[in-house]
């Protein structure tokens, strides 16, 4: 149940007679073997092979493990994320000094009942910006800092991505507050770039998502709500290449306490028994303000899909109204309303973050990769909902216990 850690020993196994969803396309029936860790062969055809201990997957679907484009590390116990299928998350800020463990892990084929953590450490904002007076101390973009120092001191703390806040309102009260510069963010984004890093803005305005895009950042890891997406912004992004996490979850949590999106998953009977305390401290905690955006950010997800920009799934997990694991399942079913397809959607929390942030080990069913699956009930390719019926969950080959 909620907030237990045991693993079991990793024998091989086969998953038999399987829907698999191999992260872009649909096996309609099929097996999967895994042993040490990883997947050792995805048979499309033909009779489950002999000797091997067989789960039966009868009527459900197999898929790869889910990625969360968009948290921020709370806490150094990491098995909430992996018992709602969610396996690897991309961090975007938080403090560098206690992920040392995590980058270990990442690599280990051991089994875990941990996720799997990408970190963006501190990140690039200024004096008084977005992200500042909260009682934390990090280094700030300074006028006269040198940029490409900076960026390197942050790959040095442990950063495996730049994140850019590109914010010049309070995002409560609206009031004009200090941000980068298009200049700053041009050359810091340079900077990441020549080191290998992927460079991310935080943008909940159109104006300043185009400073991301105009300096040509891989992404950006929120999609602004304050307008419609324009034609020169999609042409921009086309431009550029950059993907968007949209973190629909946020906007859903930003409009109403009562964030019906979210509360119809968390009280689902196949989901609210797997959710900690921990996690429900999250989604009951309050922002104590309402801000109206989910449909004019899941208007423009559409408009962004349908021009070919790379989406993926994201939540803001760790802050007030999204928990960790659990929220990525809200954050596709909000997907799918904006308009991607339930397998487009699974593409954006499995193949398209792997492809983008480079991780040749996950996000596909194919031999050779981890093994970290989820098996659900039903099929999710053609109804999202049937992601909150999950049934198993392996990570590194092992079953974790929910
Ligand atoms: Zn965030």
Redo the contacts with the bound molecule.
Sequence with gaps: MAGTEAVAAQGAFVIANVRIFDGKRVIERGHVVVSGGRIVSVLERGAVPAGTQVHDGSGKTLLPGLIDG?V?HTDANRTDAPRFGVTTELD??SDPTVHGPFKQQRKSYQPTANSDLWTAGWWATVPGGHGTGNGTEFPLVEPGTALAEFVAARRSEGSDHLKLALEDRNLVTQAPIPSLSAEQTTELVAAARKLGMPSVA?ATAQRMAQVGLRAGATGL?HLFADEVVSAETVALARRTGAFVTPTLTLWSAFESAANPATNAVVRDPRVAPYISARQRAFLDAPWGFSRPGLATASRNVRILHDAGVPITAGT?SG?PGIAHGVSLLVELELLVRAGLTPRAALTAATATPASIYGFADRGRIRQGLRADLVLVDGDPTKDITALRGISAVWRNGAPITR
């Design positions: 968009h921020h975007m800020v935080h890891v803001d802050i």
